[in-house]
Each structure stands twice: as structure tokens, then as C-alpha cells.
RNA sequence: CGGGGAGUAGUUCAGUUGGCUAGAACGCCCGGUUUGGGACCGGGAGGUCGCAGGUUCAAGUCCUGUCUCCCCGACCA
């Protein structure tokens, strides 16, 4: 081997490895060498680079407006909650007790009373609304808060399950049972359509199983997504609270006949996790494929010209016709001009990685013809437009791109769903083919599900709505269980999750 | 938390039965040549070998503890 062979081979190693290669790996190289985020000397927790922060600030926006149009206001409640707190609701302890990370020093002295680091902050927000919500007039009350949650989980993965992480969590109280059953089916819709709208991401929505439902819920409503590598990700929850929370917290109002009623709650939330989901269920083998909408850097521009003195002429020329010609055509836009010394191979596979969704390549050959080249991420094509007509292309190249990019995923999904009606198929279908497997079961019991999930590793990830429609309501065939054999089964997806 | 693997430069790794001033490549900085799919030459900076103890004349290397990461399970947005 030669010297510059060596070189070769070792450079290779820099590179990204394929994802089809070897998923976890690829899954790692991605959210570090994209400066998506870093880890932390803490266990399980990450530093949220720059670039992964850019994308949740854009989630952030997008999202807030969303959930504020549905009525809610925004508020901060402290990251620190009395543990007594928790175990006011005796399911809501059992289900997080395991998980919560308490404080019982501070000050240089032990605590009279331990504190938790919020898991999630129902009792504390339940407990303030025991003070505030009086009459009838102050309902429907909506919050909504953006913040940071600790759970100690046992196996953590950037994103995808962290110790702590960023997340939104709405919480309403209604006078009704129903406007409370309207909350949560809205916050589903808001959360679905903006999960499509956004990050391109085509989701299943349904309500989860007694025994996957949230700890205290009366009911649990999910958006699942399916990855790449065939495995779901539940992707945001809405809870049905009805009493619990409000009863242990003594909340209650006066209702128009001067009658002391209990309110109704709701809360609903997703996280950070969604990056992850960005990164698994559009990356390949070159790395990160954003959706428009959530890319920091929506077009990058490379620059192609020759550096030396007797250049210098030519470099200024190209400088000032991306100034005059190409950043108004962008003013709209997200971009950024890569002026750096690597060589245009070197910064198109770069940009690549990080998932630029339009790369514009500008040397000499673009002055001259007037026609920009440029390079589409998530599917390869390659053409030129004319410099005239850019700022109108971008801004409808970018919404197709995201339309693309949900239509593909809503393609993945449909063909990774398979529907099953004995245990046999089904065992050989979760292990062979991933996806959503879709039956017949009776989901009372708890019993099986535990049992399937100790043979195949597949969990229920929700029974569907009608027709996908979350206003139709759920799925009304039934039939026999296909674990059971038993009458009383209800259309179910099972999938293997992360 | 159980089982397995790993921690040496920013990264990927080498480092012999414990033995001289701990190495390489890539990356980074400086100078120059380059630029349409991961360019090249010359020079340079960068390490208390994860951390804490211990054994020894001598520890990156052996022992104990501990922390973090990766893979597999049980817990989960």
C-alpha cells in the first residue's frame, strides 16, 4: 500500500457509516458529527449543540403558535415539586416513582421534605390550580408550559430517550367531561397536523392500551411514527385526566347553580424526542435529511472559484453577483454561503450530512449562463434554474421538498403495515418485516400484551381511529382476538418501539 | 439495574513479558499551491493515558473502587 492509499483507507474512517450498514453506529455519527448535540459527563444526558438547538427553536415557534391558537397561555412552573406531591395520586407515583430523581440536600443540609426533579408536572400545576380556579367563569382553563423534565431511565439514547429533556406540556381544565374529550382529541389534531406540516413526518394516531396508558390518565390518546428501521416512535401523548389529579388536589369551582363541581383535566405533550424522530425517520446512508421547515439551513451556496492572487479578481466577481443577484432572490429564506477553504466535494458532502435541503453550486459557469445548478438532499435530482426566477422557485421548491418528504413517509408507513390474524403470521411478520402489525385484540387485560411483548419484543403502540380520522372515533370493527381466540377483539397496531 | 464490550491528542486507533522523553493517521493552526463530488506540499500546536486509591525501584500496562460511553435485556416522552 502506497502512502497514498493509507491515506485513503484511513480517511474513509472519518466518513459516516452507511446507515444501512449499521443503524445504532450511523444513529451516533449522525447526532454527533452533525453538531446536532453532544454528550454530557452526566449519565444519559446531552448538550444540545447549536445546530440540533436550531431546529427545536423552530419547532418551538411553529408549535407555540399552534398551541396557544388553541387557547393556551403560556407559564413556568418550578423544575422542583414536594415529593408528597407525587404521591397524592397513588398510580401517577407507582408509574414514575421509579424514574424520578429527588433532591435531599440543599444548602449544605438534608431536607425536611425530599423534592423531586419533575418527571412531568401535573401535581405541582394541579395544586396551583386548587387556588385559582374558583367559578364556572374561569373555565375552560388552559396552560401550557415549556420546560426541561428529568426521568431516570435505565438505557438512554440522544433524543430518543434522555434523562432529562425539553418538552412542552399543556394542561386545561373544563367544566365537562366531554369539552374535556374535545381537548384532548384537539391537541391530537394539532399535534398530528404539525408533525405533517413540519417535520414531513407521517404519524398514526390512536389511544393506547390500559396497560400503555400514562400513569393517573383515564385515558391515554398517541401519535406514532414509523422509523426506517421498521420500529415506532411515539412521538406525542394526549391524557384524558379527568378527576385524578384534580380530586387529589382539592381543585373545584361553583358552577351556574352555586353547586360545588369537580373540573375536568386534560394534558398533552411532546419533547425533543421528535428530533430524534426527524433523524430515523428520514436520514440515509449520507446522513441527516431535514424537512424545510424545521432546517436551520434551508440552502446552502457553494461558492466554486480558484483561490491565488491571479484569481482574486474572479472570486470578487462571483462575491458580487451572489450579493446583487442571488441573497435578494433568498431574502425569505434560511442560508447560508460556505466561503471556506474545503474543496466543493468536501462541502457538498458535508452539507449533505447535515441535511441541507437545497444545495446551490455558484462559480463561473453560473455567471455566464445565468442559470444557478443546484442539488435537491432528499431525493438526488440535479438541474439548474435561472437566476431570474429564483426567489419564486425557492419558496415553492422548499414547500414541495416538505410535501415530498411527508409523502414518502406516509408511503413507508402504508407499506410497512400488515395486517395479521393469527399469532403464527404475527411472530413472523414482527420478526421479519418490522412495522405496524394491525389485529384484532382484546386489550382488558393487561396479561397478553406483557406475554407478546416477552416473545417478539412488539408492544400495542394504539388502536386507530376510523378511517385514520381522529373525528370519527376509533375503529368499530371487532372480532376475534388474535392472541386469544376470544370474541371482544379491537383493531390494534402492534409494532416493535423505541 | 443485570449480562457483554470499551475508555490513550479534537477523531479513529497503535502502544510488546510493567522499563528511557507515550506514537500514527485524519482534524486543527501558520505559510504556499489548489477548488464543478470528500485536493496537496512544508512547518507547528496539541496528552498529568476517564477519575480515585493500591502493588512496585518503576504503572498507559497489574489490582480494587468509581464514572462515562456502546451493544443485549427489564423501566419509559
Known amino acids: 500500500m502506497g502512502k497514498q492509499d493509507s491515506a485513503k483507507a484511513i480517511k474513509k474512517l472519518d466518513k459516516l457509516t452507511p446507515r444501512s450498514q449499521n443503524q445504532s453506529k450511523w444513529y451516533q455519527e449522525v447526532v454527533l458529527k452533525t453538531d446536532l448535540a453532544d454528550y454530557s459527563p452526566v449519565r444519559g444526558c446531552m448538550v444540545i449543540k447549536p445546530y440540533g438547538y436550531a431546529i427545536w427553536e423552530l419547532i418551538q415557534k411553529e408549535l407555540d403558535q399552534r398551541i396557544v391558537n388553541m387557547g393556551a397561555k403560556n407559564a413556568y412552573f418550578p423544575i422542583f415539586?414536594?415529593?408528597?406531591?407525587?404521591?397524592?395520586?397513588?398510580?401517577?407515583?407507582?408509574?414514575?416513582?421509579?424514574?424520578?430523581?429527588?433532591?435531599?440536600?440543599?444548602?449544605?443540609?438534608?431536607?425536611?421534605?425530599k423534592l423531586a426533579v419533575r418527571p412531568t408536572s401535573e401535581t405541582i400545576i394541579y395544586s396551583m390550580f386548587a387556588n385559582w380556579i374558583e367559578s364556572y367563569r374561569d373555565l375552560p382553563y388552559k396552560i401550557n408550559q415549556w420546560g426541561n423534565v428529568v426521568r431516570w431511565e435505565k438505557r438512554t439514547t440522544p433524543f430518543l430517550r434522555t434523562s432529562e429533556f425539553l418538552w412542552q406540556e399543556g394542561h386545561t381544565l373544563h367544566a365537562t367531561k366531554e369539552e374535556a374529550n374535545i381537548q384532548v382529541l384537539d391537541a391530537l389534531k394539532v399535534y398530528r397536523k404539525f408533525l405533517e406540516d413540519n417535520l414531513s413526518l407521517c404519524?398514526?394516531?390512536?389511544?393506547?392500551?390500559e396497560a400503555e396508558k400514562f400513569a393517573g390518565a383515564e385515558e391515554t390518546y398517541t401519535v406514532e411514527s414509523l422509523m426506517k428501521d421498521g420500529k415506532a416512535l411515539q412521538v406525542g401523548t394526549t391524557h384524558l385526566l379527568s378527576h385524578s389529579f384534580v380530586e387529589s388536589f382539592g381543585v373545584d369551582f361553583l358552577d351556574e347553580n352555586g353547586d360545588r363541581?369537580?373540573?375536568?383535566?386534560?394534558?398533552w405533550g411532546m419533547s425533543t424526542r421528535m428530533i430524534g424522530g426527524l433523524i430515523m425517520a428520514h436520514g440515509d446512508d449520507k446522513g441527516l435529511v431535514l424537512p424545510p421547515r424545521v432546517a436551520p439551513v434551508q440552502i446552502?451556496?457553494?461558492?466554486?472559484?480558484?483561490?491565488?492572487?491571479?484569481?482574486?479578481?474572479?472570486?470578487?466577481?462571483?462575491?458580487r453577483f451572489i450579493v446583487s443577484a442571488v441573497k435578494p432572490a433568498l431574502a425569505e429564506v434560511?442560508?447560508?454561503?460556505?466561503?471556506?477553504?474545503?474543496?466543493?466535494?468536501?462541502?457538498?458532502?458535508?452539507?449533505?450530512?447535515?441535511?441541507?435541503?437545497?444545495?446551490?453550486?455558484?462559480?463561473?459557469?453560473?455567471?455566464?449562463?445565468?442559470?444557478?445548478?443546484?442539488?435537491?438532499?432528499?431525493?438526488?435530482?440535479?438541474?439548474?434554474?435561472?437566476?431570474?426566477?429564483?426567489?419564486?422557485?425557492?419558496?415553492?421548491?422548499?414547500?414541495?421538498?416538505?410535501?415530498?418528504?411527508?409523502?414518502?413517509?406516509?408511503?413507508?408507513?402504508?407499506?410497512?403495515?400488515?395486517?395479521?390474524?393469527?399469532?403464527?403470521?404475527?411472530?413472523?411478520?414482527?420478526?421479519?418485516?418490522?412495522?405496524?402489525?394491525?389485529?384484532?385484540?382484546?386489550?382488558?387485560?393487561?396479561?397478553?400484551?406483557?406475554?407478546?411483548?416477552?416473545?417478539?419484543?412488539?408492544?400495542?403502540?394504539?388502536?386507530?381511529?376510523?378511517e385514520d380520522d381522529i373525528d370519527k372515533g376509533l375503529e368499530r370493527a371487532t372480532g376475534k382476538c388474535f392472541y386469544s381466540g376470544d370474541e371482544g377483539g379491537a383493531v390494534t397496531l402492534f409494532a416493535r418501539a423505541y
Open 81 to 113: 415539586i414536594p415529593y408528597s406531591f407525587l404521591e397524592k395520586e397513588a398510580d401517577h407515583v407507582e408509574g414514575f416513582a421509579p424514574e424520578v430523581a429527588t433532591v435531599t440536600h440543599a444548602g449544605g443540609k438534608e431536607l425536611e421534605e
Open 203 to 209: 404519524v398514526v394516531a390512536g389511544k393506547k392500551t
Open 261 to 267: 363541581k369537580t373540573p375536568w383535566a386534560t394534558s
Open 300 to 319: 446552502v451556496i457553494i461558492p466554486i472559484s480558484k483561490s491565488g492572487d491571479e484569481f482574486k479578481k474572479e472570486r470578487e466577481t462571483l462575491q
Open 334 to 466: 434560511r442560508y447560508e454561503v460556505d466561503w471556506s477553504d474545503n474543496s466543493p466535494g468536501w462541502k457538498f458532502a458535508n452539507w449533505e450530512m447535515k441535511g441541507v435541503p437545497i444545495r446551490l453550486e455558484i462559480g463561473a459557469r453560473e455567471i455566464k449562463s445565468g442559470e444557478l445548478s443546484f442539488a435537491i438532499r432528499f431525493n438526488g435530482e440535479k438541474d439548474s434554474i435561472k437566476i431570474d426566477s429564483l426567489g419564486e422557485w425557492v419558496t415553492q421548491k422548499l414547500a414541495e421538498i416538505g410535501d415530498d418528504m411527508l409523502a414518502a413517509h406516509k408511503e413507508f408507513t402504508a407499506e410497512n403495515t400488515r395486517e395479521v390474524s393469527s399469532y403464527a403470521e404475527f411472530k413472523e411478520v414482527i420478526k421479519r418485516d418490522r412495522g405496524y402489525v394491525k389485529v384484532m385484540f382484546d386489550q382488558k387485560d393487561s396479561a397478553p400484551e406483557s406475554e407478546i411483548k416477552a416473545e417478539t419484543k412488539a408492544t400495542t403502540r394504539c388502536m386507530p381511529f376510523e
